[in-house]
């Protein structure tokens, strides 16, 4: 069975940070596309990062400015996203997914229909 678990949500100050997790069970990310999705209340889901199969290439959504880092080890099967200094507009379900490789590992996308394995997400509240 294939599973994504996230981790590391939390209530967090303005300015803090905070490193998210997501690890896999039944499939190796490796071999897959993998992206960090956000919801927050009464918005639509987003994608603000994503990463190749082979690591190689990554992606970053304008809305983040720099502030968030996906990486990712193998070894643990396991993607993380590193967030800095967090603002309250940040508050969300933060989810990750896999997606097929489509690109022989040379990049990864944001079309979040092409994502067939999803966690269930873990919260982030932003607040002082």
């Known amino acids: 069975q294939l599973q994504l678990v996230e981790s590391g949500g939390g209530l967090v100050q303005p300015g803090g940070s905070l490193r998210l997790s997501c690890a896999a069970s039944?499939?190796?990310?490796?071999?897959?596309?993998i992206a960090w999705f956000r919801q927050a209340p009464g918005k639509e889901r987003e994608a603000i990062s994503c990463?190749?199969?082979?690591?190689?290439?990554?992606r970053y959504a304008d809305s983040m400015e720099g502030r968030n880092t996906i990486s990712r080890d193998s070894t643990k099967n396991t993607i993380y996203l590193q967030i800095n200094s967090l603002k309250p507009e940040d508050t969300a379900v933060y989810y990750c997914?896999?997606?097929?490789?489509?690109?022989?590992?040379?990049?990864?996308?944001?079309?979040?229909?092409?994502?067939?394995?999803w966690g269930q997400g873990t919260h982030v509240t932003v607040s002082s």
């Open positions: 997914a896999a997606g097929p490789d489509r690109y022989g590992g040379s990049r990864c996308y944001f079309r979040r229909e092409a994502y067939g394995v």
């Open positions: 039944g499939f190796t990310l490796d071999s897959y596309v």
């Open positions: 990463i190749s199969s082979s690591g190689g290439s990554t």
